[in-house]
């Protein structure tokens, strides 16, 4: 599937003022807050819908994704990747020490206990016992790598499969390739609690893809629904009234492209006025999880006026998954709160918020039948080192329980549309330092996902600046790892 953009011809003093003449505060400018964010330079829609479903390469065994990001680096030698030679080598040098973001000393036991799970005996930590209880249709890749041990960098990598210049982000590659079935919704929804993750919204940024496929973001944080996404609410205008002033805004357009070659941006306006229009008719009712029975909040671990923000990201993404929509990504929290460098113990408490959601995520979407055509991803944009992080003026200073970043070696796992389940895949060393066995780069994993969702990812390019760009990178390298697919 390759997509020839047509050089743009800009005409932005024409542009702007039509919209400031036109926009009038409308509620379908739900999307106008995160576009001037990010300030994507897309290419022009060579699709007539862009929403519309459309067919990939070959049948996919997964229809829609969901992206649990527990951004900041989760420690792997305390959730997934048990290090019994970790625990010998407490307090003492280790051998295999090798460069990160901050200097590191002696090893460091986990503080958490490990057992087995399922019929594959899958052993993981106490922190995520729920999610545990589904060990059998878990793939856990033990032996991921990245490039660097910083956090922009790799959350870069790990989004939009480049460390340092702006691409698309993988949730806007899947949208722009599948399009979205449910045409009242954004088809790519994106949601933090309480703040936006760093690198905010270049991570799901849609570059230079038409901007119609980058996320929206939704601050879970809220307990109304009509402020879950900024301005869906038209409080001047009723329906009707909005419909005859998108009606006059589409002939004013249509005189403009006449005029002129197809303009991306605007083109991308268009459509975010005519998706906020109509997810004022469908969005409240799919963000507002009161409507469920407390028997199933209370299995997400929501009770009461629902304040469990992660929680509460866990059942939304469950009714929007119903409703149509195509790529979820689920943050744990503003900046990154898995990056423990003074207290490792804090993961407990993180683990707290995202294991029971996670667990019932996965059970609700079996109840429903939804799990077998859902790839669940879970990780965040590295590891953490196993051994200790040594004190930093200004930074740990008295600390001696954390872990530094670690891009070495860490564990991602994944589940559902069809993953192999029960499987585990590569291995870091005795230590859980660096993957020394069957190593799997993010690019592998972003070429793996995509070919679950039924895409080849060589022919699944973009025309942009005179290359044929990828998910997964202009050069030769990144597989699509067989082992991981049932």
């Not at 909040?297 to 009714?319: D, H, N, P, S, V």
């Amino acid at each position: 599937m390759s997509h020839h953009a047509p050089n743009l011809e800009h005409h932005f003093l024409t542009r702007r003022g039509l919209l400031s003449r036109i926009g009038m505060g409308f509620g379908s400018m739900a999307l106008g807050k995160l576009m001037h964010e990010t300030g994507a330079q897309a290419a022009p829609s060579t699709v007539q819908d862009p929403f519309g479903v459309r067919v990939p390469h070959f049948a996919p065994k997964a229809k829609r994704v969901v992206h649990l990001f527990m951004n900041g680096g989760p420690s792997h030698v305390d959730t997934f990747d048990p290090k019994p030679m970790l625990t010998k080598m407490d307090g003492k040098t280790l051998p295999n020490t090798l460069k990160t973001e901050r200097p590191t000393g002696a090893g460091f036991k986990s503080p958490f206990t490990f057992q087995k799970y399922g019929k594959c005996g899958l052993e993981v930590s106490e922190l995520f016992a729920n999610t545990a209880q589904h060990a059998d249709d878990m793939c856990v890749i033990r032996s991921m790598h990245a490039d660097v041990p910083n956090h922009e960098p790799s959350l870069g990598l790990l989004n939009c499969g480049e460390s340092r210049l702006n691409r698309p982000s993988m949730g806007s590659w899947i949208t722009y390739g599948l399009g979205s079935e449910n045409q009242n919704l954004p088809g790519y929804i994106v949601m933090c609690p309480n703040g936006m993750p760093v690198r905010r919204s270049k991570n799901w940024q849609a570059a230079f893809l038409p901007s119609v496929y980058q996320g929206t973001y939704v601050d879970s944080e809220n307990l109304e629904v009509d402020k879950l996404v900024e301005f869906v609410r038209n409080t001047s205008l009723d329906l009707k009234q909005q419909r005859r002033q998108l009606d006059l805004l589409l002939e004013l357009n249509q005189r403009h492209m006449i005029e002129r070659q197809r303009d991306g941006q605007l083109d991308a306006r268009i459509q975010s006025y005519e998706l906020g229009y109509r997810m004022q008719m469908e969005a409240s009712d799919a963000f507002d999880i009161m409507k469920e029975p407390e028997s199933v909040r209370q299995m997400y671990g929501i009770f009461g006026k629902g304040r469990e923000a992660f929680a509460r990201q866990c059942l939304i993404t469950r009714r929007l998954l119903e409703r149509g929509v195509r790529f979820l990504q689920l943050w744990t929290g503003e900046g990154q709160p898995w990056d423990n460098h003074d207290e490792i113990l804090d993961h407990k408490r993180l683990a707290e918020q995202t294991d029971r959601p996670i667990a019932a995520l996965m059970t609700d979407l079996k109840q429903r039948g939804l799990f077998d055509e859902t790839l669940i991803i879970w990780g965040g944009e590295f590891g953490r080192t196993p051994s200790v992080e040594l004190p930093t003026p200004g930074s740990n200073a008295g600390k001696q329980r954390g872990r530094d970043h670690n891009h070495w070696g860490f564990t991602t796992w994944m589940a559902g549309g069809g993953v192999k389940g029960g499987t585990i895949y590569g291995a870091t060393d005795e230590f859980g330092f660096q993957a020394v066995e069957k190593p799997m780069h993010v690019r592998d994993l972003h070429a793996t996902i995509l070919h679950l969702l039924g895409f080849d990812h060589e022919r699944f390019t973009y025309r942009y600046a005179g290359l044929d760009y990828r998910l997964t990178g202009v050069e030769d390298g990144p597989k699509v790892i067989k082992d991981l697919i049932a």
